[in-house]
């Protein structure tokens, strides 16, 4: 019993803050960006100096963003995610706020509509799994939100119901996530 319980708190976590999915039932295509704006290493240091760390491909923003799109697509069928085109009306903009030493992040996770530019909805996520010198800098925290939010995504779509975030809870995220 002991160990399921340790099993089941260190699982990746999505969970919404504000807004609805409604779009959902719309939705036929998703793309994803990277917004590492706001992005710090331990809290205490500069994105810059975490990338510094290991050797990093060029591209690792895209090749990471393709485990995304991957992991996605397998938990969820009435949506594909992809590259933007002009088909693409929705975007998950990932604003990584905290990287641990072992990669491992903490990110909000914006639900955008490309052409309005609002922001259908927020969602909070923290991954178990990192890269701390991967030269793809982000292909595991990228491969568990992919599946977190499929798997989110398609619940909400069979059920109409959401994991929501509860400011006070006794959730990790109480020491980790700021606005």
């Not at 969970?15 to 295509?29: E, I, Q």
């Not at 485990?67 to 085109?85: G, L, M």
């Not at 793809?136 to 995504?153: S, Y």
Request: aromatic share 12%; hydrophobic share 35%; proline share 1%.
């Amino acid at each position: 019993m002991a160990l399921m319980v340790s099993l089941c708190s260190q699982a990746a976590d999505l969970r919404l803050v504000d807004g609805n999915l409604d779009c959902l039932k719309d939705m036929k295509f998703l793309t994803a960006e990277f917004d590492c704006s706001k992005a710090t290493w331990n809290k205490k240091h500069t994105w810059e100096e975490y990338l510094a760390r290991a050797r990093r491909v060029d591209d690792w923003e895209q090749q990471s963003m393709e485990y995304f799109y991957e992991w996605f697509n397998d938990e969820i069928i009435t949506i594909t995610a992809r590259t933007a085109n002009d088909k693409v009306r929705y975007k998950a903009v990932v604003q990584i706020t905290n990287v641990d030493n072992g990669g491992r992040i903490t990110a909000n996770i914006l639900l955008v509509d490309i052409p309005s530019g609002k922001t259908m909805a927020t969602f909070i996520f923290w991954s178990t799994d990192g890269d701390s010198k991967d030269h793809i800098t982000m292909r595991d925290p990228m491969k568990e939100l992919g599946e977190c939010m499929g798997k989110a995504f398609r619940k909400y779509l069979k059920t109409g119901k959401a994991k929501k975030w509860k400011e006070g809870s006794n959730n990790s995220a109480d020491n980790t996530y700021s606005w």
